[in-house]
């Protein structure tokens, strides 16, 4: 047993190894940092400069709740797209096959690639939320907003390693399933039921218990997230194999 | 060793490989033999525990593939047909992070390097190898953790003689070590200089098994062929075992009139299109 976790460990090291030596993958996983300078240091300084030149009270502030919740998928999407991009490369270069007829064995791959990544970022996630949040989120919010923005993540890396073959691919994927997180904005620019919509998009959930701290669109966000992860479990599994 | 019974299995709807039974004993190098897509290696899929929703029975070294624990990969080593390794590493430090996932003593990595003739290669860049080269460092990743049981695909593809030569000394040299090996090819001529037995596999059924000698000798038949002059030269063929019925042969023997003269075996390639009807290499 002892040895599996050795082995979880040497994985998981090479997959570091592998982000640090792929320029663009390291430039992904980069990405939070930057938006961390840029939103939460630059936009209360435009809201300021704006105010003084054009005669509002408010402009940005009402919507810093969603450089907020950006803030809080940002990681685990970037991280699951790292993720992704990596085990592509791998089941490119029949490396992914190769684990299973290793004591470590799919799973511990999947551990390696998929589970400790995903960790990372909800760790990450938590401390970023409390540090850099422009709003005031509560700790209790702040762990739930998490864990939900990590699940976001992992279905992220299901789409981009289900859809594509290869790592071209995975790249015009990646991009079209940015679009997974426009639910975000629903309830802040879509008033009415309208915004219901995008019910089938895990993210609109995330922004309505944000909004509203309401359970029941923490219990609706689980309930279409596992569907997103039955639905496309079959095409991920079979591209492992 | 290995033991399939009634063996089954399929992709789709319709069985791909069906009703497959065979043993192999520990230190035998067994061999399936088959054209692509004949279901050899999706055979070695399920041997090795990649596949496991089949019917019926394979059961190596006392567990059934479709139960295989994970320590049970630590006496498997497999060769797979195409290389699977990290491009951007060295020669060396591949071979090191995969033998980094086994708890067994591992094999002296520059002994392996040169086994293979890469022993100057082993800091170079993977993607700076040749195609023959990934394959041998393949070859040797197989190795590196000394398991008991091989399972080799196609392990001479893609090599020059002299390195094939090589890689056959090696597969010897295990067989020797008690080691039992699978080997997966569609080379007659590996087949037959490297194999104890062989299982001939058509459309997911094996057509034939035995050793090549005893598939050579039960369905084939030693023939002369012999030329002699008449206006042009000629040429003729019969059956050693049926020499004394051949009355030219005797007659141009009788008159000292042959030309030439000489005996030939039918190779394994032979013997497999007459059972099986296809043509391999």
Redesign the interface.
Known sequence: MK??Y??LY??FK?FIK?IY?DAMIFMICLAPILYILLFRYGLPLAEEISIEYIDLKVILSPYYLVFDLFLAVLTPTMFSYASAMVILGEID???T?????????KE?YLISRLIFPLLFSLVITIIAISIFSITKILLRETIIISIMSTMLGYIMCMIVIAMSTNKVEGLAVMKLSGLLLIGILAPFFIKGNIQYMVSFLPSLWLSKYAVESNNIYLILYFLVSTLWVLVLNKRFKSKL? | MIKVSDLSFSYTEEKFIQDINFEVEKGEIFGFLGPSGAGKSTLQKILTGLLRNYEGNSVVDGVESKYYKRNFYENIGVDFEFPSLYEKLTGRENLKFFGSLYSKKLRNIDEMLKMVGLQNDGEKKVCDYSKGMKSRLNFIKALLHNPEILFLDEPTSGLDPNNSRDMKNIILEEKAKGKTIILTTHNMVDAAELCDRVAFIVDGRIKALDSPHNLIMSKGAVKIKYSYYDGIEKTRECLLKKTSEDYKLKELIEKNQILSIHSSEPTLSDIFMEVTGRVLQ
Not at chain 1, 97 to 104: E, G
């Open positions: 040895t599996y050795v082995g040497f994985s090479q592998q030596n270069d029949g490396i096959n190769y684990f299973a007829i290793t004591p470590v064995g511990g194999l």
